[in-house]
């Protein structure tokens, strides 16, 4: 069996009392913080915005579509994942695969990067994903089938002090804060492993998906590269979120910058 099973013993005022197999570290804790769930503290204004809204569905509630034409999209109709992201994936992959090894990707999504990752051939291979409808796909998929990837059923805001270390790593959980995600970087991520995330241009024109605070801590602990190069194509609006509403991808936005991180030295 390679998943990992969180037993949810949440109460109303009660944080969750995770209890997993024998993967995560032996050191695991048993009581971790599991406010994503709770009172979605790690979500950006703009969505924190939406999400106030008294009919909203909390995310990780919704009803989730895989779509024909290759979106996965939420109930509200916005996406979640787009095919047209899939040369985004390969390059991710390929940058994060590397050093060969044992690698880790956070948000399974439509599962490209990690079907890109399976042409790697990683020693190991573990994904992160707690979305009841993204689980089930994973499972119908046949992911827990293949002897060396792990899936982990939770979020990473459970898990992340309790991972083991990779020699590459790609997170894509859009929009939230990744603050102690990055805090927490040189104790998942190998000496001379490679760390990446998704770098939706929007937020500033150096295209960094990071906010300030963010970004000067991931500058003190790393050496930063960014690999840029240009999107064939980008799906219109109208494919992206119901009326019009612009706020996943600009069409115009053709370049990507996929960031290539690793440790400075004294963080090794
Ligand atoms: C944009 S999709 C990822 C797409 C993926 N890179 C691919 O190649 O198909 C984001 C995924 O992250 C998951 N996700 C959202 N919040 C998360 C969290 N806190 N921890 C882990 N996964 C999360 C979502 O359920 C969704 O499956």
């Known amino acids: 069996m390679n998943m990992i099973t969180i037993k949810n013993t949440q109460t109303k005022t009660n944080r969750v009392n995770p209890v997993f197999t024998d993967l995560l570290k032996p050191d695991v804790e048993t009581v971790f913080k599991n406010d994503l769930y709770q009172n979605k503290v790690y979500l950006k204004d703009e969505y924190v915005k939406t999400k106030d809204k008294d009919d909203e569905t909390p995310y990780f509630e919704q009803k989730l579509t895989y779509t024909k034409d290759g979106r996965l999209m939420d109930e509200r109709g916005y996406a979640v994942m787009m095919e047209w992201e899939d040369e985004i994936m390969k390059r991710q992959a390929e940058i994060i695969c590397r050093n060969g090894g044992d690698i880790l990707n956070v948000g399974f999504g439509m599962g490209m990067i990690d079907t890109y990752i399976e042409s790697h051939r990683p020693r190991t291979h573990w994904i992160i994903e707690p979305h009841p409808d993204v689980q089930k796909k994973i499972i119908e998929d046949g992911w827990l089938k293949k002897p060396h990837v792990k899936v982990i059923f939770a979020t990473w805001q459970d898990v992340y002090k309790h991972l083991p270390k990779f020699d590459g790593i790609y997170i894509d959980t859009w929009d939230e804060v990744f603050y102690e995600f990055h805090e927490n970087i040189e104790n998942i991520l190998k000496p001379d492993g490679i760390y990446s995330y998704f770098n939706n241009p929007r937020d500033d024109e150096h295209g960094l998906h990071t906010d300030p605070a963010e970004y000067q801590m991931l500058e003190h602990k790393m050496n930063m590269d960014f690999e840029a190069f240009e999107i064939d194509w980008v799906s219109d609006w109208d494919t992206q979120s119901p009326d019009g509403d612009e706020r996943y991808w ?19």
């Open 250 to 268: 600009d069409p115009t936005w053709t370049t990507y910058y996929a960031p290539v991180f690793t440790l400075k030295q004294e963080y090794r």
